[in-house]
């Protein structure tokens, strides 16, 4: 196992409030570097260190800067907001993300998000476009909740704890039902966080979230990925999200036997297409294949003009049915693995 890389803690003051942000690398600005948001429940390390930590993300993260940011009052050790406390909108959290580009000299970034993490990149992607050159992001929802969802969440609301109504966000049915190690562990330190009010401010705030309102016409300028397992709950979402996005610019992973949070249960098969997504931007292009992707019969391969200039190419590898064609480049590339 490699030596981990140093931690730098900041807190960075924006427009709208301190954000705490962990830094990770040398900081050259040379490239951009790979931002992280995480999901509602999760902070910054429990969304994302078992995948950056990963022995063959290691090769990503020596030639990259790390920069995970914390959404107000979610990072560990966090004191609790007093009551009546006006938590910041998506929208709010998402304007406050250039201040942290601004405060570490970063020009651009690939943007790492997964669920309300997922949301507020995209939203701030769409603001910025300069500032994003690729964007990954897991079990993304774009749309506002309708009347159905809102009175179910008034249902769940009524019925349920809110930790338990994280639950069912984070995971899958399946995993639910069989109490796995992961859902436990999660389970435990959700509903003995100290800062369980601020979670639950977070947790309001997602659910209110205004619709992103993408089309073929207002969508990402930039190379995207979206990753989503085959059962977890946003699995529909990213189908419908994956339909409104450019076909030449995107990457639909469906990911078999990874539950609602892949980063954690599958982190080899997403490192792997991971490394691919970064290789097609034009970075990492003399890395070696993994010996997961060694191991693969396959792969998939198409080629995309960005703002009709730069050509990039993008591999991703497929996963075990074999023998499929390339698709053409006009089509959105599906890979289950």
């Keep these: 196992m490699p030596p981990p890389v140093s931690a ?38 429990s969304c994302f260190s078992p995948l950056f930590k990963f022995d063959e993300m290691q090769e990503i993260v020596k030639n990259f800067t790390l920069i995970h940011i914390d959404a107000p009052g979610q990072e560990e050790g966090a004191s609790a907001y007093p009551p009546g406390y006006q938590y910041p909108s998506m929208e709010t959290v998402a304007e406050m993300i250039p201040a942290v580009l601004q405060f570490f000299n970063f020009r651009t970034v690939i943007g790492v998000g997964v669920g309300a993490g997922a949301y507020i990149l995209s939203k701030f992607t769409l603001t910025n476009p300069d500032s994003v050159e690729g964007l990954v992001l897991v079990n993304i929802d774009t749309n506002a909740k309708g009347w159905m969802d809102w009175a179910a969440h008034k249902l769940s609301s009524v019925t349920s704890s809110l930790t338990e109504q994280i639950l ?105 297409a991971f490394k691919y997504f970064i290789q097609g931007m034009g970075y990492m292009a003399s890395s070696c294949m993994t010996r997961l992707s060694r191991s693969r019969t396959t792969s998939l391969s198409s080629s995309y003009s960005m703002d009709g200039s730069r050509s990039r190419s993008r591999t991703l590898s497929q996963g075990s049915q074999g023998g499929q064609m390339p698709p053409s480049p006009s089509q959105t590339m599906e890979v289950s693995c």
Excluded at 9 to 29: A, F, M, Q, Y
């Design 168 to 272: 069912c966000h984070l995971f899958s049915q399946e995993e639910l039902s069989a109490n796995t190690d992961l859902v436990q562990s999660h389970r435990e330190r959700i509903s003995k966080a100290p800062n369980l009010a601020n979670i639950e401010l977070f947790w309001k705030t997602y659910n209110s979230r205004r619709d992103l309102n993408l089309d073929r016409n207002y969508t990402f300028k930039c190379p995207v990925m979206l990753v989503v397992g085959d059962q977890a709950p946003y699995e529909d979402a990213a189908v419908e999200c994956n339909s409104k996005l450019d076909p030449t610019s995107t990457s639909f992973l469906k990911m078999a036997d990874a539950g609602g949070l892949p980063q954690l249960t599958q982190p080899a098969k997403l490192t792997e």
């Design 8 to 45: 730098q803690e900041h807190s960075v003051e924006t427009p709208h409030g301190i954000l705490r942000v962990t830094l990770h690398g040398t900081r050259t600005t040379r490239r951009p570097a790979i931002l992280t948001c995480h999901d509602v429940g999760l902070d910054s390390k």
